[in-house]
């Protein structure tokens, strides 16, 4: 993995970063966000599970290996193509998202093993504040 994160790096200048900002932040929020929504539905109806509980679901829901997806795009020698720029723009963007995720995740955690969310929230002042 984190040679995986330094090669994109490698391949990933702050130009073409800029370049690419518009479908990193636009299309890979949509992606992560109706695909979160659509996971976090079915998670509570259909299975039943409280909301920390499908928030959860829905965070690993939306993400994909990249990994994985990179070596189909350069096997099949599409990574320059339009659409190729726009899955990694997707694939950064969930990289990105990914952080937020596991950060997230012992607060729902404590939240929902408490009853309430009152841990969880003196949880995150204290992490702000250090």
């Known amino acids: 993995?984190?040679?995986?994160?330094?090669?994109?790096?490698?391949?990933?200048?702050?130009?073409?970063?800029?370049?690419?900002?518009?479908?990193?932040?636009?299309?890979?929020?949509?992606?992560?966000?109706?695909?979160?929504?659509?996971?976090?539905?079915?998670?509570?109806?259909a299975l039943g599970l409280n909301g920390p509980g499908a928030v959860i679901l829905g965070a690993a829901m939306a993400l994909s290996s990249t990994?994985?997806?990179?070596?189909?795009?350069?096997?099949?020698?599409?990574?320059?193509s339009r659409h190729g720029r726009a899955t990694f723009s997707v694939l950064l963007f969930q990289d990105l998202a990914v952080v937020v995720f596991l950060m997230l995740t012992p607060l729902l955690a404590q939240s929902q093993s408490s009853g309430g969310s009152v841990g969880g929230q003196e949880q995150l002042k204290m992490f702000l504040m250090s």
Do not use: H, P
């Open 67 to 80: 990994a994985v997806a990179l070596q189909v795009l350069q096997d099949r020698g599409e990574a320059s």
């Open 1 to 45: 993995v984190i040679f995986l994160l330094f090669n994109i790096g490698l391949e990933l200048s702050f130009e073409r970063l800029q370049a690419m900002q518009k479908y990193v932040f636009g299309l890979g929020f949509s992606q992560v966000a109706v695909t979160m929504l659509i996971a976090v539905w079915l998670g509570v109806s």
